[in-house]
C-alpha cells in the first residue's frame, strides 16, 4: 500500500455513535409529543364532558395492577380462570382501608368510601373558563339554521343580541373574576324568552357596560337555558334533567286547567289558530318555572347575578316620559343597582320587598324577590336552594302552585335559607348574615327601592299575570286578583300528573 493511500473508512465507521445519539433523540421526542397530544386530548375531554380520557383509560390498566400490588390486595379467582384484576374505584378512600388495615390486622372486605367525592361535600374550585363556556352557551345552535333564523328575525323596535361588553373588554383580565377570597363575580345574566330584546334596553346596557368596564352580560334565551340545563352534565345535581322535565309538564298541566276553569278564550281564533295560541300561552308558563331552576345552577357554577328581562325593563322604565330611548331615571336606577353590586364584598345578595295588603300570600312583612339575585360559585345558600327547587318539582307531594305563585319561585329560598342559617327570618334587610362553618356571608338588600310600582303590587304572581294578560284578544276581562285566585284554586292531584309516571312514561316510549 502506497503511503499516499488513505484507508477505506465505510458509513458505519463514521457514524456509528451519532446515529444511536439521533435513535435516543427521536425516542425523547416522540415522548414529548405523545405526552402534549395526551394532554391536550385529555383536557378536550373535560371541557366537552366526555366520559373518559386517555388518563382515565391509563388508569384502567397500568395504575389498578401496581395500585393493588402496593396496597397488598389480590386479584379474585374464578374457579378455571385466571386471575382478573379489577380497576381501582375511584370513590375508595384507600388511605382509610390502610389505617383499617394496620389497626385491626386482617382483610378489609368492605367498601370505605371517601367523603371527598359525596357531591354534599364538594367544594368546588372556580372554573378558569367561566367566559368561554358561557359565550358557547347563549349562542344559537350553529347546526341548527331553523333555529338561527327563527332567534335572529326581531320585529321592529327590537335587536338581536346575545353578549353585551366593553369595547375595552380582555378575556384574560384579572378585571373580571374577582381576585379575592370573597365577593360575586363580574357576570350579568340576563334571562329572556328570546334574544330579541328592546332596543332601548340593548343601548342602556351598552352605556352601562361602558361606565362598568368589568362586566359581561349574558343574555339567556329560553332556547339556551333548555340546552344548559338538558345537554351539560350537572355533577352535583343529578336530578337537574328529571326536575326540570317533570317541572315544565307539571306547570303544562296546571296552566292548562287554570286557563280552562277561568274560561280564558283567545279572542276570535277557533281552530288551529287558537289551539296554537293557547299552546304558546301554555309554554310560557313551563318556561317560567324551568328558569327557576336555571337560576340555582347557573349561580352555582358560574357566579354573578342574575336578573328577568321583565324586571330589568320595569327597573328602566318610566311611566312620565315618551322617550324612545330609557329614561334617566331608570338608566340612574340600574346604575345604582350596578354600583350596589360592584362595592358589595358579600359572597351573596338577596333583595327583599315589602308584601302587598292585598296579595293572598301568608306572608304579610316580607317576601325574597327572586328576579334579581346574585352569589358567588358554590354558594352553600344557592346549593340548598337549587337542591329544593329541584326536590319540589319532583315529588309527587308538592303542587305546582303556592301562596306565593310557582313553587319553585319564592319557597326554595326560603328553604336554602333554613338550611344555612335557621335564623335568617330574624335577621333585618339591609344586614349581613354570616353563614358559620363555612366563612360565607349573604346580603339582604332592599328592593323596594330599585322596582317599580307594578312589581311591588303582586311581587311573586307578577310574571304569571303579565303573561295572561300579554294576548290582548283574552276573554273575557281578569282582574290581576282574578288570576292569582284561578290558579290557586287548581289543586293537581297524582290523577291529573305524577313526576314519578311521568318519567317512566318517557323512558319506555324513547
Same mark, same amino acid.
Given at each position: ?87 381501582? #374505584? !375511584? @370513590?375508595?378512600?384507600? =388511605?382509610?382501608? /390502610?389505617?383499617? %388495615?394496620? *389497626?385491626? $390486622?386482617?382483610?378489609?372486605? &368492605?367498601? +370505605? ?27 344559537? #345552535? !350553529? @347546526?341548527?339554521?331553523? =333555529?338561527?333564523? /327563527?332567534?335572529? %328575525?326581531? *320585529?321592529? $323596535?327590537?335587536?338581536?343580541? &346575545?353578549? +353585551? ?346
Amino acid at each position: 500500500m502506497n503511503s499516499d493511500e488513505q484507508p477505506l473508512v465505510t458509513n458505519d465507521d463514521q457514524d456509528d455513535t451519532p446515529t444511536d445519539e439521533r435513535s435516543c433523540k427521536r425516542i425523547i421526542l416522540t415522548s414529548i409529543i405523545c405526552f402534549i397530544l395526551t394532554i391536550l386530548i385529555q383536557i378536550q375531554c373535560i371541557l366537552y364532558n366526555y366520559h373518559m380520557g386517555p388518563l382515565e383509560l391509563l388508569v384502567q390498566t397500568v395504575v389498578p395492577s401496581l395500585g393493588r400490588w402496593g396496597l397488598g390486595m389480590k386479584g379474585s379467582a374464578d374457579e378455571g380462570e385466571t386471575i382478573k384484576i379489577c380497576p381501582l #374505584d !375511584p @370513590y375508595l378512600d384507600y =388511605q382509610r382501608i /390502610q389505617q383499617l %388495615q394496620l *389497626q385491626k $390486622g386482617n382483610q378489609i372486605t &368492605t367498601g +370505605v368510601y371517601s367523603k371527598t367525592h359525596d357531591p354534599r361535600n364538594k367544594k368546588m374550585i372556580p372554573s378558569m373558563f367561566s367566559h368561554c363556556e358561557l359565550k358557547r352557551w347563549v349562542q344559537p #345552535d !350553529p @347546526y341548527s339554521s331553523e =333555529q338561527n333564523q /327563527q332567534e335572529q %328575525q326581531c *320585529q321592529d $323596535g327590537y335587536e338581536f343580541v &346575545t353578549i +353585551v361588553q366593553s369595547q375595552q373588554y380582555n378575556a384574560f383580565s384579572r378585571s373580571h373574576t374577582k381576585d379575592k377570597s370573597s365577593g360575586i363575580p363580574n357576570i350579568i345574566h340576563i334571562a329572556s324568552p328570546t334574544n330579541c330584546l328592546p332596543t332601548p334596553t340593548i343601548r342602556a346596557l351598552q352605556r352601562l357596560i361602558n361606565n362598568f368596564s368589568q362586566y359581561t352580560v349574558y343574555i339567556h334565551s329560553d332556547h339556551s337555558r333548555n340546552n344548559i340545563l338538558f345537554k351539560r352534565n350537572w355533577s352535583v345535581f343529578p336530578q337537574v334533567k328529571q326536575g326540570a322535565l317533570c317541572i315544565t309538564e307539571q306547570m303544562r298541566v296546571v296552566a292548562t286547567v287554570a286557563l280552562h276553569m277561568m274560561g280564558v278564550e283567545f279572542g276570535e281564533a277557533e281552530g288551529e289558530d287558537g289551539e296554537r295560541r293557547r299552546k304558546e300561552m301554555v309554554e310560557k308558563f313551563a318556561m317560567l318555572s324551568l328558569r327557576d331552576v336555571w337560576r340555582y345552577l347557573v349561580l352555582w357554577e358560574y357566579g354573578g347575578i342574575v336578573i328577568d328581562e321583565d324586571v330589568l325593563n320595569s327597573i328602566l322604565a318610566n311611566d312620565n316620559t315618551s322617550d324612545e330611548d330609557s329614561s334617566i331615571v331608570g338608566n340612574n336606577r340600574l346604575e345604582k343597582l350596578l354600583s350596589e353590586w360592584s362595592n358589595a364584598d358579600n359572597d351573596a345578595i338577596l333583595y327583599w320587598i315589602h308584601n302587598a295588603k292585598d296579595n293572598p300570600s301568608k306572608d304579610k312583612s316580607r317576601i325574597p324577590f327572586t328576579g334579581i339575585m346574585g352569589a358567588r360559585q358554590a354558594h352553600p345558600f344557592v346549593y340548598y336552594a337549587g337542591k329544593s327547587a329541584l326536590k319540589m318539582g319532583i315529588w309527587d307531594s308538592y303542587n305546582a302552585i303556592d301562596d306565593h305563585g310557582r313553587i319553585t319561585d319564592v319557597s326554595p329560598v326560603q328553604e336554602g335559607l333554613k338550611a344555612v342559617t335557621p335564623i335568617w327570618d330574624n335577621q333585618p334587610t339591609g344586614s349581613v348574615v354570616n353563614i358559620e362553618n363555612e366563612q360565607r356571608t349573604i346580603s339582604f338588600l332592599n328592593g323596594d327601592t330599585h322596582l317599580s310600582h307594578s312589581m311591588l303590587t303582586h311581587p311573586a304572581w307578577q310574571s304569571i299575570i303579565s303573561i295572561v294578560k300579554s294576548t290582548q284578544h283574552n276573554k273575557p276581562y281578569l282582574s290581576n286578583e282574578d288570576i292569582i285566585k284561578g290558579f290557586r284554586s287548581t289543586d293537581i292531584n297524582r290523577q291529573l300528573f305524577s313526576c314519578m309516571e311521568y318519567g317512566l312514561k318517557l323512558t319506555l316510549t324513547q
